[in-house]
């Protein structure tokens, strides 16, 4: 069981958007920075978004994100076959002392 | 080039220790926060140490008590003492550059551990 909730799957078609939600508690997301990794299979996960809404240098403005409360949200515009990867959220817990995920979620694109 | 490569993976039994290494290149390990978090076959990532300045660790539940978060900062790298192995700590361990409240920027290629009889 995550302390981070995610969906297990989301989908869509090529060229639509996609939003992966990512919700916590005040101990975490509701106080801290929300990070998104993108990992494909058999790979290392790749910081995709920081500090709740920045990217990294090289990550392409089809990827967003947002945090409201103790919630958090990925945005994937433009969808290309090659964004199936998993995707997970992760923060800082201040209560547990803990570094906490989500449990990950499958981009499928149709 | 920033890089981390992780070493010491393997098969050990149940009970048994393993220790890992994550050598970096391109910064410095001693001046940055540095975690190591695991994936277990088939599953999602969890969160394992953080280690930052001289004393400060922490770890998850799962593990506290039988792993140690170091680093060797002449030989600029980080390590895990991973000791009473069990079944479940069973996945591919990566470090990673940052954690706490820090992003984790870069990451290591993993390296395997099995425990198992």
Same mark, same amino acid.
């Given at each position: 069981?995550?302390?981070?909730?995610?969906?297990?799957?989301?989908?869509?078609?090529?060229?639509?958007?996609?939003?992966?939600?990512?919700?916590?508690?005040?101990?975490?997301? @509701?106080?801290?920075?929300?990070?998104?990794?993108?990992?494909?299979?058999?790979?290392?996960?790749?910081?995709?978004?920081?500090?709740?809404?920045?990217?990294?240098? @090289?990550?392409?403005?089809?990827?967003?994100?947002?945090?409201? @409360?103790?919630?958090?949200?990925?945005?994937?515009?433009?969808?290309?076959?090659?964004?199936?990867?998993?995707?997970?959220? @992760?923060?800082?817990?201040?209560?547990?002392?803990?570094?906490?995920?989500?449990?990950?979620?499958?981009?499928?694109?149709? | 080039?920033?890089?981390?490569?992780?070493?010491?993976?393997?098969?050990?039994?149940?009970?048994?220790?393993?220790?890992?290494?994550?050598?970096?290149?391109?910064?410095? &390990?001693?001046?940055?926060?540095?975690?190591?978090?695991?994936?277990?076959?088939?599953?999602?990532?969890?969160? &394992?140490s953080?280690?930052?300045? &001289?004393?400060?660790?922490?770890y998850?539940?799962?593990v506290g008590?039988?792993?140690?978060?170091?680093?060797?900062?002449?030989?600029?790298?980080?390590?895990?003492?991973?000791?009473?192995?069990?079944?479940?700590?069973?996945?591919?361990?990566?470090?990673?550059?940052?954690?706490?409240?820090?992003?984790?920027?870069?990451?290591?290629?993993?390296?395997?551990?099995?425990?198992?009889?």
């Open positions: 069981q995550s302390v981070l909730t995610q969906p297990p799957s989301v989908s869509a078609a090529p060229g639509q958007k996609v939003t992966v939600s990512c919700s916590g508690s005040s101990s975490n997301i @509701g106080n801290n920075y929300v990070s998104w990794y993108q990992q494909f299979p058999g790979t290392a996960p790749k910081l995709l978004i920081y500090d709740n809404n920045k990217r990294p240098s @090289g990550i392409p403005d089809r990827f967003s994100g947002s945090k409201s @409360g103790t919630s958090a949200t990925l945005d994937i515009t433009g969808l290309q076959t090659g964004d199936e990867a998993d995707y997970y959220c @992760g923060t800082w817990d201040s209560d547990l002392s803990d570094g906490v995920f989500g449990g990950g979620t499958k981009l499928t694109v149709l | 080039e920033v890089q981390l490569v992780e070493s010491g993976g393997g098969l050990v039994q149940p009970g048994g220790s393993l220790r890992l290494s994550c050598a970096a290149s391109g910064f410095t &390990v001693s001046t940055n926060y540095m975690t190591w978090v695991r994936q277990a076959p088939g599953k999602g990532l969890e969160w &394992v953080v280690i930052y300045r &001289v004393s400060s660790t922490y998850a539940d799962s008590g039988r792993f140690t978060i170091a680093r060797d900062n002449s030989k600029n790298t980080l390590y895990l003492q991973m000791n009473s192995l069990r079944a479940e700590d069973t996945a591919i361990y990566f470090c990673a550059r940052g954690g706490h409240l820090l992003p984790m920027d870069v990451w290591g290629q993993g390296t395997t551990v099995t425990v198992s009889s």
